[in-house]
C-alpha cells in the first residue's frame, strides 16, 4: 500500500485506538479516512482532456478573481462524488458490507446528511446514537476493503465470527435492517 491507500490505512489504526474527542469530530475522521480509502482505487470519470474541453469554456468566462479557485473545484469533477464514493466501498466489501449495513441506500442517505452538516458547521440535530453508528461502520467497512485488498480473506472469516466491535455491529445491523418499513433514521 502507498499513498492514500496507505495513509487511510494508518489512520485507521489510529481510529481504532482510544479518542478522546467528540463524536463529530470522530465522525469526521472516519467519514474522511473511508473517503480517501475508496477514492484511492477509483477511476477517473474524466480524462484530462475531456475534463479540459468542459472546464476550459466557463474558466475562459471567469472572472480572474475567481479563475485559479474555479479550476481546482471544477476539476474535482474528474473524480467519483461522495455518493457514489460510498456506493463503490459497499460494493468493494462485498458480502461483509452488507452483512454490516443490510439496508446500504438508506445508510447512504444518513451519511451524506450527517457528512454535509459537519462539513458546513449544522450541528447535529442531538443525532449522537446515528454519529456512533456511522462511525463505526465506516471503521467496519474500511477494515473489510483493507483486508480485501492485502488478500487476508481468511481474517474476513474469521472476523465475521469473531466478538471484534460486536456491540455496534448489531446496533448499525438493527438501525439498518431491510425489513423496516419507514425510514427510523431520522429523529424528527
Do not use: C
Given at each position: 500500500?502507498?499513498?492514500?491507500?496507505?495513509?487511510?490505512?494508518?489512520?485507521l489504526?489510529?481510529?481504532?485506538?482510544?479518542?478522546?474527542?467528540?463524536?463529530?469530530?470522530?465522525?469526521?475522521?472516519?467519514?474522511?479516512?473511508?473517503?480517501?480509502?475508496?477514492?484511492?482505487?477509483?477511476?477517473?470519470?474524466?480524462?484530462?482532456?475531456?475534463?479540459?474541453?468542459?472546464?476550459?469554456?466557463m474558466?475562459?468566462?471567469?472572472?480572474?478573481?475567481?479563475?485559479?479557485?474555479?479550476?481546482?473545484?471544477?476539476?474535482?469533477?474528474?473524480?467519483?462524488?461522495?455518493?457514489?464514493l460510498?456506493?463503490?466501498?459497499?460494493?468493494?466489501?462485498?458480502?461483509w458490507?452488507?452483512e454490516?449495513?443490510?439496508?446500504?441506500?438508506?445508510?447512504?442517505?444518513?451519511?451524506?446528511?450527517?457528512?454535509?452538516?459537519?462539513?458546513?458547521?449544522?450541528?447535529?440535530?442531538?443525532?449522537?446514537?446515528?454519529?456512533?453508528d456511522?462511525?463505526?461502520?465506516?471503521?467496519?467497512?474500511?477494515?473489510?476493503?483493507?483486508?480485501?485488498?492485502?488478500?487476508?480473506?481468511?481474517?474476513?472469516?474469521?472476523?465475521?465470527?469473531?466478538?471484534?466491535?460486536?456491540?455496534?455491529?448489531?446496533?448499525?445491523?438493527?438501525?439498518?435492517?431491510?425489513?423496516?418499513?419507514?425510514?427510523?433514521?431520522?429523529?424528527?
Amino acid at each position: 500500500m502507498q499513498g492514500d491507500e496507505a495513509r487511510s490505512s494508518e489512520m485507521l489504526a489510529s481510529l481504532l485506538g482510544p479518542w478522546e474527542m467528540p463524536i463529530d469530530l470522530q465522525l469526521f475522521m472516519a467519514t474522511s479516512m473511508l473517503e480517501s480509502l475508496v477514492r484511492s482505487k477509483s477511476e477517473k470519470l474524466y480524462s484530462n482532456d475531456e475534463l479540459n474541453s468542459l472546464i476550459n469554456p466557463m474558466l475562459a468566462v471567469a472572472d480572474e478573481k475567481i479563475r485559479d479557485r474555479a479550476r481546482e473545484l471544477l476539476r474535482s469533477l474528474q473524480r467519483p462524488p461522495y455518493r457514489m464514493l460510498l456506493n463503490l466501498a459497499f460494493k468493494e466489501s462485498e458480502t461483509w458490507g452488507t452483512e454490516i449495513v443490510p439496508n446500504q441506500n438508506e445508510f447512504i442517505k444518513k451519511q451524506g446528511k450527517l457528512r454535509n452538516a459537519g462539513a458546513h458547521a449544522l450541528g447535529n440535530g442531538g443525532e449522537y446514537d446515528i454519529m456512533v453508528d456511522h462511525y463505526y461502520a465506516q471503521i467496519l467497512i474500511a477494515y473489510v476493503i483493507i483486508m480485501k485488498r492485502l488478500g487476508l480473506d481468511d481474517a474476513l472469516e474469521q472476523f465475521e465470527e469473531s466478538s471484534f466491535l460486536e456491540a455496534p455491529r448489531q446496533q448499525i445491523r438493527e438501525r439498518y435492517a431491510i425489513a423496516k418499513t419507514k425510514d427510523t433514521t431520522d429523529t424528527a
